[in-house]
Nanobody, 121 residues
Framework: QVQLVESGGGLVQAGGSLRLSCAVAGSIFSIDRMAWYRQAPGKQRELVAGITSGGSTNYADSVKGRFAISRDSAKNTMFLQMNSLKPEDTAVYYC???????????????WGQGTQVTVSS
Protein backbone atom coordinates (compact mmCIF):
# COMPACT_ATOMS: atom_id res chain seq x y z
CA GLN A 1 0.00 0.00 0.00
CA VAL A 2 1.05 3.56 -0.70
CA GLN A 3 0.14 6.61 1.36
CA LEU A 4 0.73 10.29 0.75
CA VAL A 5 0.76 12.54 3.79
CA GLU A 6 0.68 16.31 3.42
CA SER A 7 1.68 18.82 6.07
CA GLY A 8 2.43 22.52 6.38
CA GLY A 9 -0.92 24.12 5.70
CA GLY A 10 -2.40 26.82 7.89
CA LEU A 11 -3.56 30.39 8.17
CA VAL A 12 -1.33 33.19 6.91
CA GLN A 13 -1.77 36.85 6.07
CA ALA A 14 -1.58 38.09 2.52
CA GLY A 15 2.03 38.51 1.47
CA GLY A 16 3.18 35.75 3.78
CA SER A 17 4.73 32.37 3.06
CA LEU A 18 4.03 28.72 3.72
CA ARG A 19 5.87 25.53 2.87
CA LEU A 20 3.91 22.38 2.15
CA SER A 21 5.40 18.90 2.37
CA CYS A 22 4.19 15.62 0.92
CA ALA A 23 5.74 12.37 2.11
CA VAL A 24 5.16 9.16 0.16
CA ALA A 25 5.23 6.05 2.33
CA GLY A 26 4.63 2.36 1.88
CA SER A 27 5.51 -0.07 -0.87
CA ILE A 28 7.51 2.00 -3.37
CA PHE A 29 9.60 0.79 -6.27
CA SER A 30 9.78 4.11 -8.08
CA ILE A 31 8.02 7.47 -8.23
CA ASP A 32 7.56 9.23 -11.53
CA ARG A 33 5.75 12.54 -11.71
CA MET A 34 4.60 14.35 -8.57
CA ALA A 35 2.30 17.31 -8.41
CA TRP A 36 0.35 19.72 -6.23
CA TYR A 37 -3.29 20.49 -6.92
CA ARG A 38 -5.72 22.75 -5.12
CA GLN A 39 -9.45 23.08 -4.82
CA ALA A 40 -11.21 26.19 -3.60
CA PRO A 41 -14.84 26.12 -2.42
CA GLY A 42 -17.20 25.91 -5.37
CA LYS A 43 -14.39 25.46 -7.87
CA GLN A 44 -12.85 22.55 -9.71
CA ARG A 45 -9.56 21.05 -8.63
CA GLU A 46 -6.70 22.65 -10.54
CA LEU A 47 -3.06 21.87 -11.09
CA VAL A 48 -0.73 24.19 -9.17
CA ALA A 49 2.67 22.72 -10.02
CA GLY A 50 4.24 19.50 -11.19
CA ILE A 51 7.71 17.97 -11.16
CA THR A 52 9.07 14.98 -13.03
CA SER A 53 11.53 12.39 -11.73
CA GLY A 54 14.19 14.26 -13.68
CA GLY A 55 13.38 17.55 -11.99
CA SER A 56 11.52 19.31 -14.79
CA THR A 57 8.81 21.58 -13.42
CA ASN A 58 5.68 23.33 -14.63
CA TYR A 59 3.41 25.84 -12.93
CA ALA A 60 -0.04 27.32 -13.27
CA ASP A 61 0.19 30.85 -14.59
CA SER A 62 -1.42 32.17 -11.42
CA VAL A 63 1.48 31.00 -9.23
CA LYS A 64 4.49 31.47 -11.50
CA GLY A 65 7.19 33.49 -9.79
CA ARG A 66 5.61 33.00 -6.35
CA PHE A 67 5.58 29.23 -5.80
CA ALA A 68 8.42 26.75 -6.15
CA ILE A 69 8.05 22.97 -6.31
CA SER A 70 10.88 20.63 -5.38
CA ARG A 71 11.44 17.02 -4.38
CA ASP A 72 13.87 14.96 -2.38
CA SER A 73 13.87 11.67 -4.26
CA ALA A 74 16.02 9.95 -1.63
CA LYS A 75 13.32 10.64 0.96
CA ASN A 76 10.30 10.26 -1.35
CA THR A 77 9.19 13.74 -0.37
CA MET A 78 7.91 16.71 -2.33
CA PHE A 79 7.68 20.34 -1.27
CA LEU A 80 5.81 23.46 -2.32
CA GLN A 81 7.29 26.77 -1.20
CA MET A 82 4.56 29.39 -1.43
CA ASN A 83 5.59 33.05 -1.22
CA SER A 84 3.69 36.31 -1.66
CA LEU A 85 0.46 34.51 -0.86
CA LYS A 86 -2.82 36.07 -1.92
CA PRO A 87 -6.37 35.52 -0.63
CA GLU A 88 -7.18 33.79 -3.92
CA ASP A 89 -4.63 31.11 -3.04
CA THR A 90 -6.99 29.93 -0.31
CA ALA A 91 -7.88 26.29 -0.99
CA VAL A 92 -7.34 22.72 0.07
CA TYR A 93 -4.02 21.63 -1.39
CA TYR A 94 -3.54 18.01 -2.47
CA CYS A 95 -0.40 16.20 -3.47
CA UNK A 96 -0.35 13.51 -6.10
CA UNK A 97 2.30 10.98 -7.05
CA UNK A 98 2.59 8.47 -9.87
CA UNK A 99 3.99 5.41 -8.10
CA UNK A 100 5.16 1.99 -9.18
CA UNK A 101 4.75 -0.15 -6.08
CA UNK A 102 6.85 -3.13 -7.21
CA UNK A 103 8.92 -4.14 -10.26
CA UNK A 104 5.96 -5.88 -11.92
CA UNK A 105 3.30 -3.40 -10.88
CA UNK A 106 1.70 -0.80 -13.09
CA UNK A 107 2.10 2.89 -12.43
CA UNK A 108 -0.77 4.31 -10.42
CA UNK A 109 -1.72 7.78 -9.28
CA UNK A 110 -2.06 8.23 -5.53
CA TRP A 111 -3.48 11.23 -3.67
CA GLY A 112 -3.01 12.72 -0.26
CA GLN A 113 -5.85 13.71 2.05
CA GLY A 114 -5.35 17.43 1.52
CA THR A 115 -4.19 20.29 3.68
CA GLN A 116 -6.01 23.59 4.14
CA VAL A 117 -4.29 26.83 3.20
CA THR A 118 -6.11 30.02 4.18
CA VAL A 119 -4.78 33.44 3.24
CA SER A 120 -6.40 36.39 4.98
CA SER A 121 -6.52 39.86 3.47
Amino acid sequence: QVQLVESGGGLVQAGGSLRLSCAVAGSIFSIDRMAWYRQAPGKQRELVAGITSGGSTNYADSVKGRFAISRDSAKNTMFLQMNSLKPEDTAVYYCSAAVVASPRASIFDYWGQGTQVTVSS
